[in-house]
């Protein structure tokens, strides 16, 4: 890896892959301070034909692209939660990102794939994480493990406080040293299966319960819901209907920045996907775990 280069991993399967065209656009076109950047792409499924079409799509003097088949992320004997929600397996891999990254990583940044960058992604790596081993923004729909609906519904059990934040697991900035050494990958699976009736965000409910309290507050704007209305997030991420769904409800404005990065791509003449198709997605997430229990 180049010296100075950022390393992001991000996860995608082809449904998905051309959220993964809009995201690494919108990362080139604000990227200024120089540093190169590593891609590592987890893929589950992931064409050849689109592989191809997102090396087409990105400045290849600033990216090298990596693609790691998602069964080779996970280490031999890990068996992953299979709770009961329609996400995919693949929201646990971030789990495994010091076995993504090159031995000798001392930080990377994971992104949700269903993310723009609209500020100079080395402004958030380059943060310092202080003791802390991950930096991340707090949720802004559940904020505490208290919330009603979501959150960490068992912290009294646990023996947190009530008003504990809750951070939200689509960024993370993660020194990948310390986690290793920790074992913290085993250590939130752990947790995910000894609390599976509680974990409705499964992956974020293990990552909140095990770092709860030693974990860098993030600026919000590095992690802004496409729900909201600021006038200059950091970064955007599609929670629930994607830009490219035509059921998205949420800020318009932020769907017209996503196409105008897609536009830049491979993609741009992609046509908007009905609702059918997304509950086709979720009810193949459901059937794959399904069929691990069976």
Known sequence: MPKNAIPIVVVTDEHYVIMLAALLKSIEMNHKSGEHINVYVIADGVKKSSQKKIHASVDANMFTINWIKMEDTIPKGVKLPLDRTSY??????????????????????????????L???????????????????QDPRLLTFDNSWGGI????????????KYFNTGLLLINTQKWAEQSLDQKVIDCINDNIKFANY???YGFNVVMANKWLELDTRWNYFASGDLKEPFLVHFISRK???TTYEYNPKYKEL?????????WRNAKPIGEVDRYFKKLKNIWIKIKKKL
């Open 88 to 117: 995919p397996v693949t929201i646990y891999l971030r789990l495994f990102i010091q076995y993504i990254v090159p031995e000798d990583t001392q930080k990377a940044l994971f992104l949700d794939v269903d993310m723009i960058v």
């Open 119 to 137: 500020e100079d992604v080395s402004k958030l790596y380059n943060q310092e994480l202080g003791d802390n081993i991950i930096g991340a923004v």
């Open 153 to 164: 519904m068992n912290y009294k059990e646990l023996g947190f406080a009530p008003d504990t």
């Open 202 to 204: 499964p992956d974020q």
């Open 243 to 245: 830009p490219f769904y």
């Open 258 to 266: 996503f196409y105008q990065y897609l536009k830049l791509t491979e």
